[in-house]
């Protein structure tokens, strides 16, 4: 059942009321979500050695003092942490979609207008109250829901509408996607920031409780080039489609590609070469969409050549990339994966 009133989400505002309680440090957060059993994915990426580390364990483990002191040397060496949301397989080694076992949680990540957006999902009547807010940085925030009962594709269903619904980024809609770890300073920027949890809801949901439906507001909300689809519905789109959409609309607006591939490398790291994937997926959307705003033909494969380290001959691959997209018409979401076993966890 949802409340009638809901108190507000922006943790400052909640503070000044006294609706929140402190901020949750790491050990209580892993508590309050997950059970001892749980197997997590934990990811230490460090930005300026270009370092990234992940490791699966239980919930126990991952709570325990010894993981905990390696995780604060970590991040005070300049690395952020991250956890999954959700609990994986007990033999998994991997952090893959086909390796979640249980839904724990289902979420949104605001990266941009943060503030408004707790703010419509605080009044919405759509969804219930959050069980966290996590503040990230300056009005950037994540909004967790602790979940029961839920598939995998209803939950991944459910969170693309509620990113259509309450703004927020369309790639990190996965089952497996890791968020911020509370507790730990975020390393992104030249100031840290605290990573603070804000509790709400004691409540554990199902998606009764969730009014928000899958709809057209969907396909509204995404790329034009994302939503054709093959003539498969929305909801049976990979996240590799999303990936490719997401790629090709920040392109557009001006994001550079060696932060995209930098993000998608750190983001799939299900993929058994997350840095082959991230690269051909940037380097043919930087084609399609340069192509379309007209950039002149050398600067083009000057660029892809510089972004495609993860091919042999890089000269060779832009030349060829530009003159299939050139005479061919674009397809969409397409696996851009380089053959191999999955990578394994050290």
């Not at 998994?92 to 289902?106: E, G, L, M, P, Q």
């Not at 459910?158 to 990113?163: C, D, E, I, T």
């Not at 259509?164 to 300073?185: K, N």
């Not at 199902?206 to 929305?234: C, M, V």
Request: glycine share 4%.
């Amino acid at each position: 059942m949802q409340s009638e009133e809901k108190r507000s989400l922006i943790p400052s505002e909640a503070h000044q009321r006294g609706d929140r309680k402190r901020s949750l440090g790491a050990v209580e957060y892993i508590e309050r979500n997950y059970e001892p059993c749980d197997r997590l994915a934990i990811v230490v990426r460090n930005r300026l050695t270009g370092e990234i580390t992940q490791r699966l364990a239980s919930a126990e483990k991952i709570a325990s003092p010894d993981f905990q002191a390696w995780l604060r040397h970590k991040n005070a060496r300049g690395a952020d942490i991250y956890i999954s949301q959700n609990a994986f397989r007990s033999e998994a080694r991997t952090r893959s979609k086909t390796n979640v076992d249980k839904i724990r949680h289902v979420y949104v990540d605001l990266d941009k207008n943060g503030e408004d957006a707790l703010t419509t999902i605080s009044d919405s009547l759509l969804v219930p109250e959050p069980s966290f807010v996590i503040s990230t940085s300056p009005q950037k925030y994540q909004v967790i829901w602790k979940v029961a009962d839920m598939a995998l594709q209803a939950a991944e269903t459910l969170q693309r509408a509620m990113v259509a619904e309450f703004g927020g980024d369309p790639a990190a809609t996965d089952s497996s996607r890791v968020l911020r770890l509370p507790g730990f300073q975020n390393k992104k920027y030249q100031q840290d920031y605290p990573v603070e949890a804000h509790a709400g809801s004691d409540q554990t949901y199902t998606l009764s409780d969730f009014r928000i439906r899958a709809d057209d507001r969907q396909s509204e909300s995404r790329p034009l080039e994302a939503r054709k689809n093959h003539g498969r519905k929305s909801a049976e789109m990979t996240q590799s489609e999303r990936d490719w959409g997401y790629v090709k609309q920040q392109l557009s607006r001006g994001e550079a590609p060696e932060r995209l591939v930098e993000a998608l490398t750190f983001f799939r790291q299900d993929k058994s070469s997350p840095d082959y994937y991230a690269r051909q997926t940037v380097s043919r959307a930087y084609v399609s969409v340069a192509l379309g705003r007209g950039d002149k033909l050398i600067e083009i494969e000057q660029k892809v050549a510089q972004l495609a380290t993860h091919q042999p001959h890089p000269a060779t691959y832009a030349r060829q990339t530009i003159a299939e997209m050139k005479s061919e018409k674009q397809t969409i979401g397409v696996e851009t994966e380089q053959p191999g076993e999955d990578a394994r966890v050290p």
